[in-house]
């Protein structure tokens, strides 16, 4: 912006020299184009361009118009700018793609293997516990995950994540108590920090895609909203993919659908022996083909991390030194992820991210034991969990695209109510052998739009409601309630009845839409009062 061609602007009755003029207007443009991490000169007002730049008896004007200092200019849409090349700024739909990828090979193996687990390891509920113990080491994970970012950076972490998954899916190779709990606990250390750096890579994308598009500071939970959609699109296709792929393997052998018929199937099926579902079992053969085909996934989705990813900058509070030594960073990390538990904000939001999760757990493990396996075979269980993952990946691209028009409260609203109506559904709903495995797939489908609208939301409202210096912090907090949840799930799931977790997702999903309403009144607040 140039400064203003004003010729009747006078200083002792003598006109301002145009060759001072032109060399400001050439020095301000010069520095706003400039791509620096200072503050770059910005153009003046026209009080100041209408009399302040001559020279007068004892002062040092004319040194500060030819080089004005920050205290002279004017910060016009200072808040709004988004000229400035942020800190981490890294080639968005290049570090997009890498990262859908990623997580699209190694989840489609993790997702079916889970969908399976309560099914195929069922002997002492082996497959249900060996997950409660994961997600249960995954909450130690996430206090540790903030200072392993500082040490081994967001890719590193991505990076070890994934190859506990592949150690995870050989181990089921030969699943038996002592090989299958230990591998699952280092898996949950390993796995603590993956939705921490998922989520810093995602806001990354977001901010450098502003800068790339040059759009104001204010469209930036729309950026992130619009990516967090891309992603978890991607993330919930992971159900599509991973499960067509054990579907169509496992229903390469035929099964003796007799042993259904005495079946009682529902919520209301507890973990007494004398209540598990009995189905016909795959062959260990056609199990090795399968975790075979599984593991290749897990390597594909680790080489991408590891030729794919840029390197993230680290964002260092104000006034922290980069050469802090492992006991400084693990004292300020661990204390504010524990702090986080504990933040006002972030205990408002705490229950809502609890019920999502108990419900999410829920059709991942318990339904597909209690219902589809239990009313037409396990090889029925992939195609069921297709349609949750249809369903959300396609409600995660469109819905999150139109939350610019409809707003974000009108989405969560959505999103919680179609939650609660699923769960009265189950509680209510007793499936038999006569029942078509095309009717086993609404629920899940119904599971999937909620999770499609609630899960790129809640990332986005956490985004936008922390600073960036906590985000790391928030988002490793929000992934440690989340897993307390699946480990809280599976428990009860594993020593009560699926109703009794479908109760608890229920029972948690009052103070978590009290929360969240009083978040978002709180944050209109304040946006009004900035």
């Keep these: 912006m140039t400064i203003r061609d004003d010729t009747d602007m006078h200083c002792s009755g003598k006109l301002v020299d145009e060759s001072i003029r032109k060399t400001i207007n050439s020095t301000v443009q010069r520095h706003n ?14 009080n100041v361009s209408g009399g302040s730049f001559c020279e007068s008896p004892g002062t040092d004007e004319k040194r500060s118009l030819m080089q004005p200092s920050k205290f002279e200019t004017l910060d016009i849409g200072l808040e709004d700018s988004n000229e400035q090349k942020p800190e981490d700024y890294i080639s968005p739909w290049r570090s997009c793609i890498a990262l859908c990828a990623a997580f699209i090979f190694t989840y489609s193996a993790f997702e079916a293997i889970q969908s399976l687990q309560s099914s195929l390891n069922s002997t002492g509920h082996l497959g249900e516990l060996s997950l409660s113990i994961l997600y249960l080491f995954v909450l130690l994970g996430c206090f540790l995950a903030p200072v392993c970012a500082r040490l081994i950076g967001h890719k590193g972490i991505l990076c070890v994540s994934f190859f506990g998954h592949l150690c995870y899916t050989c181990t089921n190779f030969f699943p038996t108590w002592a090989t299958l ?42 950026t992130m909203s619009f990516f967090n959609g891309i992603f978890f699109c991607c993330f919930k296709a992971t159900h599509i993919t991973g499960n067509v792929l054990s579907s169509a393997i496992l229903q390469s052998k035929s099964y003796n659908a007799s042993v259904l018929k005495e079946n009682k199937c529902g919520a209301m099926i507890c973990s007494g022996f004398e209540d598990t579902p009995d189905f016909d079992r795959p062959s260990r053969q056609l199990i090795n ?39 400084e960073v693990l004292k300020e990390y661990t204390g504010g992820c524990s702090s986080m538990m504990v933040n006002s904000k972030f205990v408002l939001l705490a229950p809502s991210i609890m019920a999502q999760s108990i419900m999410l757990m829920a059709m991942f493990t318990g339904y597909p034991k209690t219902f589809v396996s239990c009313a037409v075979g396990v090889q029925w269980v992939g195609y069921s969990m297709v349609s949750l993952g249809t369903a959300s990946a396609l409600t995660a691209l469109t819905a999150n ?45 119904m599971a999937g739009i909620a999770q499609g609208i609630l899960q790129p939301q809640q990332q986005a409202l956490i985004a936008s409601v922390f600073p960036k210096e906590e985000l790391p912090s928030a988002f ?19 020593t009560a009845c699926f109703y009794h977790g479908l109760a608890l997702a229920l029972g948690l999903y009052l103070p978590g839409l009290l929360g969240y309403a009083y978040t978002e009144i709180r944050e209109r607040r304040e946006g009004r009062e900035r």
């Design 33 to 46: 184009n400039e791509d620096s991490d200072t503050d770059g000169y910005e153009s003046y007002d026209d």
């Design 181 to 222: 709990l230990p591998v699952s606990a280092v898996q949950g250390v390993l796995t603590g920090g993956l939705g921490m750096s998922q989520s810093v890579f995602i806001t990354s994308i977001s901010t450098s895609y502003n800068h790339y598009k040059m759009l104001p500071k204010s469209r930036l939970y729309g």
């Design 289 to 327: 083909i399968l975790f075979g085909s599984f593991a290749l996934c897990n390597s594909i989705g680790l080489a991408i991390t590891l030729f794919g990813l840029p390197h993230l900058k680290n964002i260092i509070k104000a006034g922290k030194k980069k050469t802090e030594g492992f006991y």
């Design 401 to 445: 695209y139109l939350v610019r028009y409809t707003g974000r409260m009108l989405q969560f609203a959505a999103g919680m109510g179609i939650d609660v109506s699923t769960i009265v559904i189950l509680l209510v709903w007793q499936p038999d052998s006569t029942t078509s495995p095309l009717v086993l797939m609404v629920a899940p489908a």
């Design 476 to 494: 490793a907090a929000a992934n440690g309630v989340k897993c307390f949840a699946f480990s809280v799930y599976l428990f009860v799931a594993s």
